[in-house]
């Protein structure tokens, strides 16, 4: 059973405790040796560094771990049981194999966080109540920061479906303009739930010209098609309910 709560709780464990060494997905600070980091560390000062602050935190927390921004994140989804042993991808990789494209103001408690160069992300971090929690670098190891520092500008939700999300809607028809009925009500609600106001008729469970215009906004913030009708994407990807049409 994946628990988000889970992935949070273990990623929230590690703050302050684990550290950053290139190229690991986890290995706890009791197993590592000298030799190991200096195998795969990327350059003798980076090693050197890396070195300092497992020298000062092993014995303290033998139980933390090593790795880097994206081995971190890896070792949460594998140890709550989101992700398979051998699983193991990029900062980039997790942006664009791994997560739907989100908003700031859709973040979440368990999304991820990319700081970008060029087109490429090169850092990852999972957000938590107003905070990201980054295993920032070799001097710092595993911390957790205000949103507003390091420098992200890119977020993703995570592609699994979390056994303790609340009960997904099952939309099992494409709603449009003109369309009533519970579903378009459930869709309005969800519109609503997401920010997209609907100030002159609300959730009246009629597909009018204003819901209309709310989906193209919902439609828009995820990269999707923008033609005021939700089908399997919008479905699955912006209001993230089951698509049964």
Not at 196 to 203: H, M, V, W
């Amino acid at each position: 059973m994946a628990l988000l709560s889970n992935f949070i709780n273990l990623a929230k464990g590690q703050i302050d405790r684990g550290i950053y060494v290139w190229s690991l997905n986890g290995i706890r600070l009791d197993k590592l040796t000298e030799l190991k980091i200096r195998d795969v560390e990327d350059s003798e000062s980076n090693a050197k560094k890396a070195i300092k602050l497992w020298n000062e935190r092993r014995f303290k927390y033998p139980d933390a771990i090593a790795a880097d921004c994206s081995g971190f994140v890896v070792w949460c989804l594998i140890q709550c049981g989101a992700k398979k042993s051998g699983f193991d991808t990029t900062a980039e990789g997790f942006r664009t194999k791994q997560c739907h494209e989100i908003t700031k103001g859709e973040l979440r408690n368990g999304d991820l966080c990319f700081k970008m160069s060029g087109s490429k992300a090169v850092h990852v971090g999972i957000y938590c109540d107003g905070k990201v929690i980054e295993d920032r670098g070799r001097a710092y190891g595993i911390v957790s920061r205000s949103l507003v520092l390091g420098g992200w500008s890119k977020y993703g939700r995570l592609m699994i479906n979390w056994d303790d999300e609340p009960k997904k809607y099952v939309l099992t028809r494409i709603l449009k303009k003109g369309t009533r009925g519970s579903d378009v009500k459930e869709l309005q609600k969800a519109l609503l739930s997401q920010g997209y106001s609907l100030p002159q008729y609300g959730a009246d469970s009629s597909f009018g010209t204003e819901t209309y215009k709310a989906v193209i906004r919902l439609q828009k913030d995820y990269g999707l098609k923008q033609d005021g009708i939700v089908g399997k994407n919008t479905c699955e990807v912006a209001l993230r309910w089951i698509w049964r049409g």
